[in-house]
């Protein structure tokens, strides 16, 4: 026996995947998060400018079809990373909770603080998402249209 193991040595075994990684995940997917938002807002923002520019090239046959079905291609992928990382903000939200709860060592100004992470729902953010992605799709067919 090596000694490495903390069961073997009688100290209180660490549990694979703690607050420590759970709230360094939490980071990291709103991070993510926050990305994806700053793509779509670029994205949606560089469209418009080019389809209200009356820019000649806007106006070859089939550009609209083209930026029509590219941005509803980017959109759909855009708001399915989105709804996937806010799914996996709100069960770490959840689980950091739990831990906060059930611990007796943490101080309580941190876990007011940890329990302040919180972000949108999936639900939540869906509806506004969609919502400017039918208002640019609408304007892209209405200023493109022959």
Do not use: C
Request: aromatic fraction near 10%; proline fraction near 3%; charge should be neutral.
């Amino acid at each position: 026996m090596n000694g490495s193991n903390a069961k073997e040595d009688g100290a209180k075994a660490e549990p694979p995947f703690g607050l420590k990684e759970a709230i360094s995940l939490h980071k990291d997917q709103t991070d993510r998060s926050d990305r994806l938002w700053n793509y779509y807002i670029i994205v949606t923002l560089g469209v418009l400018g080019f389809v209200l520019s009356g820019n000649a090239a806007s106006r070859l046959p089939g550009v609209r079809y083209v930026l029509l079905g590219g941005y509803i291609l980017f959109f759909t992928v855009n708001l399915w990373a989105l709804w996937t990382t806010q799914k996996t903000l709100a069960l770490l939200n959840s689980g950091i909770a739990e831990t906060l709860k059930n611990r007796e060592d943490s101080r309580e100004e941190f876990n007011e603080a940890l329990l302040s992470l919180k972000r949108a729902e999936s639900w939540q953010m869906a509806p506004f998402h969609l919502l400017l992605d039918i208002s640019v799709s609408i304007i892209i067919y209405k200023t493109l249209s022959p």
